[in-house]
């Protein structure tokens, strides 16, 4: 559905002094993701001709977040009025007639595109303005959204200014505003800041359109859509309000969670039907799984691939990079890091394999490790189809492992091998009949020594 001509700006420049943290407010994550990325995806949809982040001083971080949308600088914080006209400059030559400039928040991680194009529309049917709204049962500290017996939104009351009655309303203003873009910056030079805070403030806009002789109008929309976050109780709240939206649509979905409760799924995790997920499973950014596919309880994953039927953990963790093929297993504290496993290869426990392939069917036995790292360099370790590696060997990459090849238990391989051979590589075994009974008596004879000195 094509949406009206518009331009956004997101308000981001709140250093949020409650959130107790040197980061600015709006890079705080929800589900893996800043919120104001967030915020981004959900006005992306509208593909609007601009879109402006305006941020305050020294938010470099903040900055390279939004890119490439355009950022703008609110040096003064002098109130939300003030923020929208530091997006002035950013803003020059939008001109449609009938245009509109959607104004948003940058910590506000739920709002929907199509809530934002349910305002558009309003716009596009003559309202100068349009505010959204929410209905809560304890309306306090927010403003409210008065309106006349036809439904136009004739004023924004706050609460410290308004009267015993319109204390009782419980349409609330959210401060997300589309305003018409022709008139923005002419109403927001009317604003002035004669109020307690001195700050200007948008809401102002709606007595200003109206003596305008314009028309105002409100949306309304759900209040957990609006949640806003200003302190780490709110960003804990937020989070629990998108993981409970993820697990109910993965359920819904045909996804099998052992225990809803304990997964914990990230902005863009995707797990296709039939697939299966244990207890206590986190889910960082990047992960995909396949449909059949079995991760087992405690298991950590970001940045992997797992395809159809494989089978991953209990106690396992797939970092950045790391794909398993079809029917693969990946077992119990096995870390897999960069390294692609063919269909059906197995790392059944204990074992680290790091920037490294291993092909088909290949087994990878207990505690065997890719010695990846020089302390300078990463290398590779590449592990043919079919290759088994017995326990506890360490693969000091670069090196191959053929196809079919076997490495002997307890092996430092530091030379490729080639397929089909076997390779032992470790210190010589030797025995000495009787030596254990003499070491016993020894060590015996010594300890009665020391323990009978007074």
């Not at 959204?132 to 939104?153: K, S, V």
């Not at 950045?320 to 897999?336: L, Q, S, Y």
């Not at 890719?370 to 088994?388: H, M, P, V």
Request: with cysteine.
């Amino acid at each position: 559905m094509n949406s009206p001509s518009c331009a956004t700006v997101i308000l981001s420049a709140g250093l949020g002094t409650r959130m107790r943290s040197p980061k600015p407010k709006a890079m705080h994550e929800v589900g893996g993701l800043p919120m104001v990325n967030h915020v981004l995806s959900a006005v992306g949809a509208l593909a609007p001709e601009r879109t402006v982040v305006v941020v305050g001083p020294d938010m470099p971080d903040l900055e390279r977040a939004v890119a490439p949308a355009e950022t703008a600088i609110q040096h003064d914080r002098l109130g939300t009025a003030d923020a929208v006209k530091a997006a002035r400059s950013a803003l020059d030559g939008y001109a449609s007639p009938d245009g509109t400039v959607l104004v948003v928040y940058g910590d506000s991680p739920f709002l929907k595109a199509e809530t934002l194009r349910r305002m558009l529309d309003a716009r596009a049917q003559g309202a100068a303005v349009v505010v959204l709204g929410f209905r809560t049962q304890d309306p306090t500290g927010y403003g409210r959204l008065i309106q006349d017996a036809g439904g136009d939104l004739i004023a924004i009351v706050e609460e410290r200014e308004a009267s015993p009655d319109e204390k009782a309303i419980t349409f609330c203003n959210s401060g997300v505003m589309a305003i018409k873009a022709a008139q923005l910056f002419t109403w927001i030079d009317r604003v002035d800041n004669d109020n307690a805070k001195g700050e200007f403030y948008l809401t102002d806009l709606v007595a200003i359109a109206r003596e305008d002789g314009g028309t105002c109008a409100a949306i309304e929309a759900p209040e957990a859509e609006l949640q806003g976050v200003d302190s780490k109780t709110d960003l804990a709240a937020a989070e629990a309000q998108f993981q409970e939206t993820r697990r109910a649509a993965a359920l819904e979905a045909g996804v099998t969670l052992r225990d809803p409760a304990t997964v914990w799924f990230s902005f863009d995790t995707d797990i296709a039907p039939g697939a299966e997920v244990g207890r206590n499973v986190v889910f960082g950014p990047g992960v995909s799984i396949g449909e059949g596919a079995v991760i087992k309880d405690f298991c950590h994953l970001e940045g992997a691939l797992v395809r159809p039927g494989a089978e991953i953990g209990p106690f396992a963790r797939l970092r950045p990079g790391t794909e398993i093929g079809a029917g693969a297993r990946i077992g119990n504290f096995v870390e897999v890091k960069n390294a692609v496993f063919g269909e059906g290869a197995k790392a059944n426990h204990l074992s680290y394999i790091g920037d490294a392939g291993v092909g088909a069917k290949a087994n990878i036995g207990a505690g065997t490790i890719t010695c990846n790292y020089d302390g300078y360099l990463k290398s590779r370790t590449e592990i043919g189809a079919g290759a088994f590696i017995g326990s506890n060997s360490s693969l000091v990459a670069p090196v191959t492992i053929g196809d079919g090849a076997i490495v002997g238990a307890g092996s430092t391989v530091t030379q490729d091998v080639a397929k089909d051979a076997i390779a032992v590589a470790r210190g010589r075994q030797e025995a000495r009949d009787g030596a254990a009974v003499k070491f016993r008596e020894g060590r015996a004879a010594r300890k009665a020594k020391r323990t009978s000195k007074p």
